[in-house]
């Protein structure tokens, strides 16, 4: 497992990443949680030039990324290396504290920070959350996340073989939570145990406040349950998605998204002002 993520091919992750967000789009067509009016096509094409943006971002940082994790690797440097663990603990620790650092606590600073909340807000402006959803981020905030991942690295000392396969796991539990499916109450509140369930990430995607801000995690619901930022609500089917000033047609078109953190929204900016918080 470490030699075939260590070295493997670009083309092979992408196919991974591809084929999850294909069949996870393709079940949600079967059987879907919520059954939108938008054109699903439509919808699907302006999330995915957001994934070209990421690919750019992450391309810029890729050398950075495999210098930290090999300078841990040889020095040895990080929390991990202070105890002799067994590789497989090793791994396991390295894909949580990067989950913890580079996911969740860059999410939650981020929805806290107003002007950080600028540019993640476009993901939250999506109002027919799916899977493609996963893949809506500014630029701009892709460089955060990447900067808490390299963070993360450096503190905690993992292999660059451990942080390709987190990226790879992340990225398709991200597809998965954003996923517009239906599953058996039991199961989908069993996983959240674990897992960040499709129904646990929907109430993150409320338009109404206190649920907007709760369940940031991506992989491990831990962090939600640990930190106090665990929020269920009966029935996701009678969520809101999006955001108050954002739902006008022309925040689900690739231009004005990009646009959006530095436009002004009336009535909106005094009172971030004022709270220090993203509404």
Known sequence: ??????????????????????????????????????????????????TLTTAVVNLAFAFVIVKVADWTTAEPFGLLYLLQLPLWLHALLAVMMMDLIGAYLVHLIQHKTAWMWHFHKIHHTDTAVDATTALRHHPVECVFRVGALLLAILIMGIPIWMVMFYQSLSALMSQFNH?????????????????????????????????????????????????????????????????????????????????????????????????????
Do not use: C
């Open 1 to 50: 497992m470490s030699e075939f993520f260590e070295h493997i091919p670009s083309h092979y992750r992408t196919a991974m990443l591809v084929a999850g967000l294909v069949i996870l789009w393709l079940i949600e067509g079967v059987i879907p949680r919520i059954r939108f009016s938008n054109h699903r096509i439509r919808h699907a094409g302006t999330n995915l030039f957001f």
């Open 179 to 279: 996923a517009n499916i239906h599953l058996p109450h039991w199961l989908d509140n069993g996983l959240s145990w674990i897992i960040v369930s499709p129904d646990m990430h929907k109430v993150h995607h409320s338009r109404y406040q206190p649920e907007t801000d709760s369940n940031y995690a991506n992989i491990f619901s831990i962090w939600d349950r640990l930190f106090g930022t665990f929020v269920t609500v009966k029935d996701t089917t009678s969520l809101h998605y999006g955001l108050d000033e954002y739902l006008d047609e022309r925040y689900q078109q690739i231009g004005p998204l990009l646009k959006t953190p530095w436009e002004d929204v009336p009535g909106t900016n005094q009172a971030r002002q004022q709270t220090g918080l993203h509404q």
